[in-house]
């Protein structure tokens, strides 16, 4: 069996991935946003091994937070001690996407730029 994962080991697998979504690293701080869903979450802490920037922090969950959890999400939340992502470190997010596909969950999006506003009639 093999053994688990190094922090380097996860990058390297998540830099490859495919389906690795975002600007691989090229975007403007703070342009894209990472979005964690907490119903999904169970506070692995891949995404904070793997974000190059420090976007994230594993913790507990705020109590307004566990409060919009449905009842699953309360379930998983308290299955792993009441703790989860956050992105304290959002705004220096530069879209790598690595988060993404290193999350085993699939609980973190990359929220794209928004649309520029039309100028026009």
Avoid: Q
């Avoid at 690795?20 to 999904?40: I, S």
């Avoid at 109590?63 to 998983?76: D, E, Q, V």
């Avoid at 001690?81 to 530069?94: I, L, V």
């Amino acid at each position: 069996m093999a053994g688990k994962l190094t922090a380097l080991e996860k990058s390297r697998r998540a830099a490859a991935h495919p389906d690795r979504p975002g600007e691989r690293c090229h975007a403007p701080a703070g342009t894209w946003l990472p979005l964690v869903d907490p119903n999904r979450c169970e506070a692995k802490g891949d995404c904070v091994e793997v974000c190059p920037h420090d976007v994230f922090l594993v913790g507990p969950i705020d109590p307004s937070a566990y409060a919009t959890l449905g009842l699953l999400g309360k379930l998983r939340n308290r299955a792993h001690g009441g703790r989860t992502a956050t992105t304290p470190g959002a705004t220096d997010c530069r879209a790598c996407g690595l988060c993404v596909v290193a999350c085993p969950e699939g609980a973190i999006t990359l929220r794209p730029p928004p649309e520029p506003p039309t100028i026009g009639p």
